[in-house]
């Protein structure tokens, strides 16, 4: 605590715009023991603030603590980046509500909650999704799956299609297609009651609802039911749980303590859920009908060899790398009579 205590009181002998020094010090005295609550009384601005939270954010260890504070204070004054919020707006005074609001998520950010959870929104790609814990967060490279898709289909745009997508999440994925696709109608399904309403909660805020199902079906439990539901489709996507159970002890705290584990955890080879997945493919798809998976690194030739020696209705592409070069997306196909 009196490192804390000592921060804080160089930070305000360097930044002496901000008033009110004993209400803050008092405020950082109690920070230090867990209890975060706004100083009463006290001016600052928001660059001040900025500031000040990345610095308490690094004494704590928490990840990314310049963009954290930035992300959080650009949330708060109605903007998603720094670079949107105009210049004069940072140096003005945050009025009592935006500093009891900014200090209210700095503190949930304290615990390792992650970003977005805090501000309990996210882009993916051109939308903009709400979040959830413990729904699973869109990452980066799954934006790298939905355009290896749109790619693919894009000679394809004049005849209706059809698509399932296994985990769906916060619907990332289901809802990009859409928005990009006017003639595709998605089903989608989780294993998770709260994802599936998140889904539907994102859709209706997009206005995509009408060309999108989402069902509360487990792939390794309910494939009789997603049949019965979603047969044919012409093609499948997923970003399945696929990490090894061993290594799961190796995540960031914030994965640990606050996201789904059901939606990382791919059992002891990281195939428990993919091996479902290309079973039901094989029922499921259309004939030419695809698959497209996102995978850890190793599994593109695990999955290969799987496919050639155990499930002959499928045929094994192409793997595809992301944007470091890594190899993260596998591509099947469901074979043709003449295959």
Known sequence: MFKTIWFLNRFMHRHSGVSKHKSVVRWWSSAAEGAVAPPAECSITAEQAIRLWTQHFTLHGISEPLLS??????????????????RKRLRDTLTDRERESVWALCSKRLTRMPVQYVIEEWDFRDLTLKMKPPVFIPRPETEELVSLVLEDLRLMRG????????????GAISLSLLRNIP?????????????????MENANRLGLQDRLDVYHLDVIKDADAILSKCDPVDF???????????????????????????????????????????????????????????VATCHPPVIQKLVEEMMPGLLYLETRCDLTNRPRFCVLQKKGEDD
């Open 69 to 86: 504070s930035q992300y959080i204070i650009s949330h708060v004054l109605g903007e998603k980046t720094l670079e949107c919020v105009q």
């Open 159 to 170: 005849t209706d299609l059809r698509c399932l997508e296994v985990g769906c999440g916060s």
């Open 183 to 199: 003639q595709l109608r998605v089903f989608a399904l989780d294993q998770s009651q709260t994802a599936v309403c998140l889904t």
């Open 236 to 294: 499948l996507v997923s970003n399945p749980p696929y990490l090894h159970s061993q290594d799961m002890e190796t995540l960031q705290t914030e994965i640990l303590r606050f996201e789904d584990h059901s939606a990382l955890d791919g059992g002891l080879d990281g195939l428990s859920v993919i091996r479902p997945i290309l079973a039901l493919s094989s029922k499921l798809l259309t004939q030419g009908g695809r698959v497209y998976l996102e």
